[in-house]
């Protein structure tokens, strides 16, 4: 082999690492798949991910609770999203916290579990659950009708 030759090779072949380690993670593959609304890819993707990522994890039991791309399914949803939510995943929580308050598997809303999981979440900074313990406490919804907390929870920080 001639050491133009053996240089091409070097070359290509360091090309073909580096583009192999540029790639998006399989994570982030699942992401782009589901924002396209290819729910079959983004889970294909998810599932051998999720035993050891929580977020993937996360992803298939909201995938489940809401039937984007799999049967609604109760059960599923809480086989990843609880053991997420136990080890403090405030994402888990708060779906979680979603799930009770619109009953799970066919039984009637269980509004004070709700409000716990959102207060879970979020007493760590997460928005969405901010806003939705918020809301509770403007209704009475799970916990007492408290407006002051409302706003506390509801108010984004600085305003």
């Given amino acids: 082999m001639s050491v133009a030759r053996l240089l091409v090779t070097a070359v290509l072949l360091a090309f073909a690492a580096l583009s192999s380690t540029a790639s998006a993670d399989p994570f982030e593959d699942g992401i782009s798949a589901f924002e396209r609304g290819d729910y079959a890819t983004a889970l294909r993707i998810w599932r051998p991910l999720a ?17 984007l791309g799999v049967q609604k399914d109760a059960v599923e949803a809480l086989r990843w999203l609880g053991p997420a939510a136990l080890v403090g995943e405030p994402n888990a929580q708060m779906h ?8 799970i598997g066919g039984r009637p809303p269980n ?6 999981w959102y207060r879970a979440a979020a007493e760590q900074g997460n928005p969405d659950a901010q806003v939705l313990l918020g809301f509770a406490y403007s209704i009475g919804e799970g916990v007492p009708e408290d407006y002051v907390a409302a706003h506390k929870w509801a108010t984004p920080c600085g305003s």
């Fill in 111 to 116: 509004y004070e579990a709700a409000a716990a």
């Fill in 51 to 67: 035993e050891e990522d929580p977020r993937a994890a996360i992803n298939l039991g909201v995938m489940y609770a809401e039937g």
């Fill in 96 to 103: 979680l916290g979603i799930m009770f308050a619109e009953g």
